[in-house]
């Protein structure tokens, strides 16, 4: 009878180890997962209904929250669009790559980029970008085999400035996934909606209008500023025929939100279409927010570090994780660690972020970490709840050196609403001032192909305080 039980007992020893090593070879022979990467110029995290905004009709991004991870703390690595992106693209701060805090001077360098490490993996790899900080001439396009930086269309309120909307950069990205319909992919889609000027198109039949937001009966009526400042006044380059409030802003703000979102939902469908018989991964960002009133700064970015800025959407899907939302701090810089990881690839030593797959997978909290929104001129460290920030006397001093002359105060933080300063002045931790020890050399552009005029035209040559 013992010999009986003995090999009843062995073939389902057998029957179990054979079914772990057919699960195991089916893995191996499954294919890569497609990485989707969208990133939303000037798109603030508390503007849409997945951080609570009711005014909104977002219905393609409301499928990827439900479905996906809303991490309700994500900081921007910089307040202006090229230093963001190149944080996002190496995993390293503001101050340790080549771009720097600039926007439009500087290069990046030739340390390995998202892109190129996807390529190196087997992928398919393509950009579309509707901003002209982000052009080929900055090495951000590094990496790419495609990378569709051409920007066709006047903005009505400053012809010498180009861009694309998001009608045209979804159809090309889409076309794209048609011709590689048999590789894996790793797809960046950047929309320039809703950056200034606030001009939502027409909405297509059946979608819903922009929102008329009720203005307060005492809401001020704000006078036309002559330079790129948003401070106390309309930024000359987002003055709009006849609007003069902010509630009448706002709406054309959030109604280019809503653009965007019939765009994304196409993109999204190609996409998850895109090798059925492969998983897909999908990460939905930001580059930065935009003031709408906040310490009287209007319609602008690029001249503080505060949630209105630094606060964006983090959303994320992949196979094998939980929907759900996570208030611990994540960052720009965790977007390279995190796709890689996902998608089987290796990360690099060295990198400044974490890949937040393996404590989503697992349930655990990420560590905890200060996390920085840094523009030169003034640094903005998170924690948690709290953000101190550093305000030095001009752009030129934001080093170690000029903490005696900072004005560096500590702010308590919500997901929504104003943010409040601590009374006292705060040390700053020692994790804070070394990462101000490490600056990493700049590489200027010999030659920019950038028009001056262009650069003021996006707001970024005069920001306030800059």
Known sequence: MSRVRSGLLFAVMLLVVGAIVAALAVRQRSPRPDVLLVIVDTLRADRLPAYGYASAKTPALDRLAREGV???RAIAASGATLPS????FTSRWVRQHSIGHSNGSTVLDHRDTLAEHFRRGGYATAAFVSNIMLNRTTGIGRGFEVYDDEL?????????????PAQATTQRAIRWLWRNASRPVFLVVHYQDPHGPYTPPPSRPGAPPPPELQSPADEPRLSVNPTQSGYEGIPNYQALPGLDRPSQYESRYVGEIMSMDQWLGRLLTAFRRHRPEAEHVILFTSDHGESLGEEDHWFEHGHTTTPDVSHIPFILQAPGIAPGRIDRPVSQVDVMPTLLELAGLPVPDGVAGIALGPYLREGRATPERTLFCDLGFETASYRDGEFVRIQFPSSGSGDRAAFGKADVGRYEWKESGPWTRKEGKPDVDGETRSYFS???????????TIPADRLRALGYLDPEGG
């Open 70 to 72: 809303v991490f309700e």
């Open 85 to 88: 992106h190149a944080s996002m």
């Open 152 to 164: 066709p269309v006047q903005e009505p309120n400053r012809p010498e400035f180009f861009e694309r």
């Open 438 to 448: 490490k600056l990493a050399p700049r590489h200027e552009v010999e030659s920019s």
